[in-house]
């Protein structure tokens, strides 16, 4: 397998624009996450899913997010309008959503977007 | 979710065992100690997770002590690949890791 696929690697952008992440997971994972991660307040779940339903949303940080989740192999995260506070790395993980005993929280990560917002 | 306590840094010499500790003095009973790392640019890894025996896979061992307030990861043989940020969560059975800032190992030849 592949792993967790996040497309684009990089991203840079003017303020105001909008930005669209783009997140594959692994085949059979039934959860999905999205992170994001800053020097100042380390990773912070944003949002999650199960069987392509948001099941909590708190850590999404305003309206200017939000998330997608169409299909079993494919989410979005969306910014509209962006600002240069956004800028961050933003991770997509994905696991089992019954495993063998106490897997739950075994999360498969993907290798990140670095979000630059001028 | 209890929350965790880990030393910002360490150091360890290349082939040594390094022993990272964690402190969850207010870990509950249906929770779990996991923990992960993360090498510079990628993003983080799951290594190993326990409840309160100790558990040793291919590339860790855990030991959790008996009253289960604390934990030691350990990487037998560190390598300079090893050089990362390593993360220990406590978590029950909801999907949600409160990540704090780790222990940063320093792996040196």
């Known amino acids: 397998d592949a792993g967790v696929i996040q497309s684009p690697r990089h991203e840079v952008t003017e303020m105001g624009q909008e930005v669209t992440l783009r997140c594959k997971p692994i085949?059979?994972?039934?959860?999905l996450f999205w992170y994001r991660q800053t020097m100042m307040r380390g990773l912070e779940l944003l949002i999650y899913f199960n069987n392509n339903v948001p099941i909590d949303d708190s850590g999404m940080p305003e309206d200017r997010f939000s998330a997608k989740m169409p299909n079993a192999s494919f989410s979005t995260l969306k910014i509209q309008p962006s600002e240069p506070r956004d800028s961050a790395v933003y991770f997509c993980a994905s696991s089992y959503g019954t495993s063998g005993g106490s897997s739950y929280n075994e999360q498969f990560f993907g290798p990140g977007t670095r979000l630059t917002v001028l | 979710d209890a929350k965790t306590t880990q030393p910002t840094s360490m150091d360890c010499a290349e082939g040594r065992a390094a022993n990272l500790p964690c402190n969850h003095s207010?870990?509950?009973?249906?929770?779990?100690v996991y923990w992960y790392r993360q090498i510079h640019s990628q993003g983080p890894q799951y290594i190993i997770h326990g409840l309160k025996n100790n558990e040793t896979n291919e590339m860790a061992s855990l030991i959790i002590t008996e009253d289960r307030k604390s934990s030691t990861l350990i990487l037998p043989h560190a390598t300079l690949r090893d050089t990362a940020v390593y993360y220990c969560?406590?978590?029950?059975?909801?999907?949600?890791?409160?990540w704090g800032l780790g222990t940063s190992l320093a792996v040196n030849p």
């Open positions: 969560i406590v978590a029950g059975n909801n999907r949600k890791l409160i």
């Open positions: 085949s059979g994972h039934d959860y």
């Open positions: 207010t870990i509950s009973g249906n929770e779990y």
